[in-house]
């Protein structure tokens, strides 16, 4: 919420920057939610926070920790096994299978963090310094009364034509989409001319002759000035230049 000149310019551009001691959680909410495989920055984080540690600003006790309900990082599972590799490697916590229930300031003014753990229900409080909280998204209750949405609560089209799988005059792209895929901007922009070609031929009269074959491309953030990309088609099928810049080196 950028409501004044400093919150903009400082609180937020600056934000992670100088984490001096305790934990800054990074949270991910329950799939399928915008920002899917964008949302990932512990590891930007955690490269400012060693370099501050290196130099004596930080506590060594400083922790950079990523939450979230789902049992994954990237639901790609070679992404994940990346990702995983890489939190490892730095010391990141990467606490799988809780979901944040709320923050609040508790009777001695410390941020605390109350979370559930999915498979068991056991509550448990978190104190931290920073947060950054990607919240849940939710289906439009209008589209699910509709009976336009699969269980999901996603629209429920056909993944190839983009056209809906019972009403064929509803055609729909982007994150709304139901399927087995990542949901990021470059994946809507791929569906755009799909949607595009197909809605002009069922205008016309004629067969549906695109085809999206599921392409999507997420950054793998790894630092202030080194990433490298993650990319696969519908069912997590690996794109043919998936990760293929290395995590680290001149390329990164």
Request: hydrophobic share 35%.
């Amino acid at each position: 919420m950028l409501d004044d000149k400093y919150r903009a310019l400082d609180k937020n551009y600056y934000h992670g920057w100088n984490h001096r001691n305790g934990d800054m959680l990074c949270y991910s909410p329950e799939g399928p939610y915008k920002g899917e495989g964008t949302d990932f920055w512990a590891l930007y984080y955690e490269s400012f926070l060693r370099q501050d540690q290196m130099q004596g600003l930080s506590s060594a006790s400083a922790r950079i920790q990523h939450w979230t309900p789902n049992k994954y990082i990237y639901k790609f599972p070679y992404a994940n096994e990346i990702a995983l590799e890489e939190c490892a490697k730095r010391g990141i916590d990467v606490m799988l299978g809780w979901e944040l229930l709320k923050i609040e300031k508790n009777a001695i003014g410390e941020k605390m963090g109350t979370f559930k753990n999915v498979d068991t229900g056991d509550i448990i409080e978190r104190p931290f310094n920073h947060v950054n909280v990607n919240p849940p998204s939710k289906a439009h209750q209008e589209l699910v009364d509709s009976g336009i949405t699969d269980s999901t609560g996603l629209i429920d089209v056909n993944p190839y034509t983009l056209q809906h799988e019972r009403f064929d005059n509803i055609f729909a792209f982007g994150d709304a989409i139901k399927g087995e895929t990542t949901r990021t901007q470059v994946a809507a922009e791929t569906q755009c001319p799909i949607v595009k070609n197909n809605l002009k031929a069922y205008l016309a009269g004629t067969e549906l002759n695109g085809v999206y074959d599921g392409y999507t491309y997420m950054p793998f953030y790894l630092g202030h000035s080194n990433m490298s990309c993650f990319q696969h088609l519908w069912d997590y099928e690996a794109a043919p230049k998936n990760h293929w810049v290395p995590n680290y080196g001149q390329f990164s």
